[in-house]
């Protein structure tokens, strides 16, 4: 599967964006998804993650209540609703897809990454 992100951008602290990720391929319900962020010098960290048929979700204790991963089969695409934002969010956001298994916060899991997408969050 190939997977290309999308929506980052520039953004005042308290306010909201949305990142999308759209799988190409076949079998895109047979994936757990994932999003992963990642600053300079320092290791990708998870983010949140949606099982196969989406409705199991996990996140990352520092974004919960404020972010919601969402997917839509129909069209082969995973969301990443981000409010609230904050400068600490600024990181280049990567999608994963996972083949069978389950939802899982180790990136080392995830068979499949998209190119990334910078998100800035200015205070």
């Known amino acids: 599967v190939q997977l290309q992100a999308s929506g980052g951008g520039l953004v005042q602290a308290g306010g909201s964006l949305r990142l999308s990720c759209a799988a190409s391929?076949?079998?895109?319900?047979?994936?757990?998804m994932g999003w992963f962020r990642q600053t300079p010098g320092k290791e990708r960290e998870f983010v949140a993650a949606?099982?196969?048929?989406?409705?199991?979700?996990l996140y990352a204790d520092s974004v919960k209540g404020r972010f919601t991963i969402s997917r839509d089969s129909a069209r082969n695409t995973v969301y990443l609703q981000m409010n609230s934002l904050k400068p600490d969010d600024t990181a280049v956001y990567y999608c994963?897809?996972?083949?069978?298994?389950?939802?899982?916060?180790?990136?080392?899991?995830?068979?499949?990454w998209g190119q990334g997408t910078l998100v800035t969050v200015s205070s």
């Open positions: 949606i099982s196969r048929n989406g409705d199991g979700t």
């Open positions: 994963a897809a996972r083949q069978l298994g389950y939802v899982s916060r180790r990136s080392s899991v995830y068979n499949y």
């Open positions: 391929g076949r079998a895109f319900s047979s994936y757990c």
